[in-house]
């Protein structure tokens, strides 16, 4: 394996852990969004 596959590889397992969190990311936000609205549906 040559040292530019090597960058190559670890640069794609990176893009893919990053995309990752970001998607996770989105989750947890829209999760907040829905549990905050439902709160102020259901108790104001």
């Known amino acids: 394996m040559t ?5 190559i590889v670890r640069f794609k397992g990176l893009k893919k852990s990053r995309i990752a969190i970001s998607i996770l990311d989105f ?9 905050s609205t439902f709160l102020s549906h259901y108790f104001l």
């Open 3 to 7: 040292q530019k596959a090597r960058i």
């Open 27 to 35: 989750f947890s936000t829209l999760k907040q969004t829905i549990i």
